[in-house]
């Protein structure tokens, strides 16, 4: 564990398992502190609001700011839906293609919740992907900033 690296929150349902579970082993490779909150076996019945509810939740509560999450489902669309409504979290949905919406994710928007669509990616594809969020940079532009205080405000 590389204590300079921002800890990471893992969720995954039945759909976004293996794709969890290998991201899990590469991050780990690299030296980030995993919190895997669950699913902890392949359920293939299971229900993914708690589980990302739950990793939302410990983003949200990060009052420095640093913490990030990392969910998969079948779409990831269901799941950016349960964390984004949490105070201060802002996910993403990236399900292939280009990695464009990655980098401006966190340039643009300081995602600080990267949710997988699982079904449509490959492992290798999600590996880079995650990487390229984890080691892109908020732009800090003033306008920027304006937004995400903007969606901040929003009750």
């Known amino acids: 564990m590389n204590p300079t690296l921002p800890p990471i929150i893992l969720a995954s349902d039945h759909a976004?398992?293996?794709?969890?579970?290998a991201v899990k082993?590469?991050?780990?490779?690299?030296g980030y502190s995993i919190d895997d909150v669950g699913a902890h076996e392949l359920v293939?019945?299971?229900?993914?609001p708690v589980y990302m509810a739950t990793?939302?939740?410990?983003?949200?509560?990060d009052l420095e700011g640093t913490t990030k999450a990392i969910i998969f489902g079948g779409s990831g669309q269901g799941e950016a839906m349960v964390a984004n409504r949490f105070p201060g979290v802002r996910a993403t949905v990236w399900y292939g293609g280009t990695l464009d919406i990655i980098r401006l994710s966190r340039e643009h928007n300081d995602a600080n919740?990267?949710?997988i669509g699982a079904r449509f990616v490959t492992e290798a594809e999600a590996i880079q992907a995650v990487e390229l969020w984890l080691t892109t940079a908020f732009s800090g532009e003033e306008k920027h900033q304006r937004r995400i205080e903007e969606i901040d405000s929003i009750e």
């Open 44 to 48: 293939p019945e299971d229900d993914y």
């Open 113 to 115: 919740v990267l949710s």
């Open 55 to 61: 990793a939302a939740m410990k983003v949200a509560q």
């Open 16 to 21: 976004g398992f293996i794709l969890k579970e």
């Open 25 to 30: 082993i590469f991050l780990q490779g690299k």
